[in-house]
């Protein structure tokens, strides 16, 4: 498969540890890196490789892979993380690269 | 730090070619490849395609070769032509920095979009 599937929706209560998740067959190969989007904003990147973060993403935010599901982990949700989140990554040949469908996050 | 400017023409008739070109500042393009992504209202990202330093380019097969991507780095721009456009083509269109070597592969700086409509 060349897609990468993700739960349209995922809430969460604040302050509480919430963990959206990435699956593909491309990803048994591929690190997923994990954009951050609000609304009318461009997406902004907050995990990248293994589970690296750019400067200026606070440490809440981690990445981890398993199989074929690669999961973007949010330890004390803050009203703030409140957003769209997308994982990007190669297809299955390797030749291209695509987006996952994205999660809107609610945090209660 | 590097920073994309982007722009183009935000109002197109079907059939016409969309044109969108982004600046690069503060940086260099060796090393990386230029991406463009788009967002129709109301939806998700889509990956278009990009090019890198060599002029190497890669595109999304779901737009059936009418995406070019290409380089001009005494200007330090890139750009991007869709041709027959339609009204499925209305989306905010961005430009990003693409990284990726190995397994790894990410956009770390992105053009802040801009909204394209086409409509007769």
């Known amino acids: 498969s060349s897609e990468l599937t993700q739960d349209p929706a995922v809430s969460v209560a604040l302050g509480q540890t919430v963990r959206i998740t990435c699956q593909g067959d491309?990803?048994?190969?591929?690190?997923a890196s994990w954009y951050q989007q609000k609304p009318g904003q461009a997406p902004v990147l907050v995990i990248y490789?293994?589970?690296s973060r750019p400067s200026g993403i606070p440490d809440r935010f981690s990445g981890s892979g398993s199989g074929n599901t690669a999961s973007l982990t949010i330890t004390g949700t803050q009203a703030e993380d409140e957003a769209d989140y997308y994982c990007?990554?190669?297809?299955?040949?390797?030749?291209?690269?695509?987006f996952g469908g994205g999660t809107k996050l609610t945090v209660l | 730090q590097v920073q994309l400017q982007q722009w183009g023409a935000g109002l197109l008739k079907p059939s016409e070619t969309l044109s969108l070109t982004c600046t690069v500042y503060?940086?260099?393009?060796?090393?990386?490849?230029w991406s463009w992504i788009r967002q129709p209202p109301g939806k998700g990202l889509e990956w278009i395609g990009d090019?890198?330093?060599?002029?190497?380019?890669d595109y999304n097969p779901s737009l059936k070769s009418r995406a070019t991507t290409s380089l001009d780095t005494s200007k330090n721009q890139f750009s991007l032509r869709l041709n027959s456009v339609t009204a499925a083509d209305t989306a905010v269109y961005y430009c990003?920095?693409?990284?990726?070597?190995?397994?790894?592969?990410?956009?770390?700086?992105w053009g802040r979009g801009t909204t394209v409509t086409i409509s007769s």
């Open positions: 990003a920095r693409t990284t990726t070597f190995g397994v790894v592969v990410y956009m770390d700086v």
């Open positions: 503060g940086g260099s393009f060796t090393g990386y490849f």
């Open positions: 090019i890198n330093h060599r002029g190497s380019t």
């Open positions: 491309s990803l048994r190969r591929y690190y």
């Open positions: 490789d293994k589970n």
């Open positions: 990007y990554s190669r297809d299955s040949s390797g030749n291209h690269r695509l």
